[in-house]
């Protein structure tokens, strides 16, 4: 089992460029995650997934922001124009159907894509 | 959505048990309690999880009393190792969790 694997690890862009942070969830999970984590606002959800089609992205900050699932095994997190405020690590965590609701079952993170956007 | 309170940063020494309390008032009737430690650079890792009473891994052991309004976590003589931030979660929002630093 490879984990969940994110791209690229580290990301630096001017502001107004676009970035796509990618992400390849565990095989055989159903579920997906993008969390933005920074100091001040510690681990912040911003959408998820449930067999591909997105269930929650009420986190998302703003229509800068856009996530897809295109299929099972990858996703994209992607922002459009970017700006320095974005800065922050990226993850995206993966799981399967949980007992009892959705997000009883363990999270399996990546390792993040730390953002600057300078 | 349920939100979870922990205290924000706790210290120990190398040897010592620690426990550290999350407070969960409003807790659904179908939700977890699911505690994860993060290190720096990478993300939070499944430590462990329960419903009530007691659960026991070979990490740590989870302590949730009948109302389940809070949760427990105990690491059982900590190393410099376990070093790191510890997260309760019960939605699927985490919260602030509670830095633990551990002296020799």
């Known amino acids: 089992d490879a984990g969940v694997i994110q791209s690229p690890r580290h990301e630096v862009t001017e502001m107004g460029q676009e970035v796509t942070l990618r992400c390849k969830p565990i095989?055989?999970?159903?579920?997906l995650f993008w969390y933005r984590q920074t100091m001040m606002r510690g681990l912040e959800l911003l959408i998820y997934?449930?067999?591909?089609?997105?269930?929650?992205d009420s986190g998302m900050p703003e229509d800068r922001f856009s996530a897809k699932m295109p299929n099972a095994s990858f996703s994209t997190l992607k922002i459009q124009p970017s700006e320095p405020r974005d800065s922050a690590v990226y993850f995206c965590?993966?799981?399967?159907?949980?007992?009892?609701?959705?997000?009883?079952?363990?999270?399996?993170f990546g390792n993040g894509t730390r953002l600057t956007v300078t | 959505l349920a939100k979870t309170t922990q205290p924000i940063s706790m210290d120990s020494y190398e040897g010592q048990e620690v426990n550290i309390t999350c407070s969960h008032n409003?807790?659904?009737?179908?939700?977890?309690i699911t505690w994860y430690q993060q290190f720096p650079s990478q993300g939070p890792r499944f430590i462990i999880q329960?419903?009530?009473t007691k659960v026991t891994n070979e990490v740590a052991s989870l302590f949730i009393p009948a109302d389940r309004k809070s949760s427990t976590l105990s690491l059982p003589r900590v190393s410099l190792s376990d070093t790191a931030v510890y997260y309760c979660?019960?939605?699927?929002?985490f919260g602030a969790g509670t830095r633990l630093t551990v002296k020799p």
């Open positions: 997934f449930n067999n591909n089609v997105p269930i929650d």
């Open positions: 095989s055989g999970h159903d579920y």
């Open positions: 965590a993966s799981s399967r159907t949980g007992q009892g609701s959705s997000y009883n079952s363990p999270l399996h």
């Open positions: 329960g419903y009530k």
């Open positions: 979660r019960n939605d699927m929002r």
């Open positions: 409003n807790i659904a009737t179908n939700d977890y």
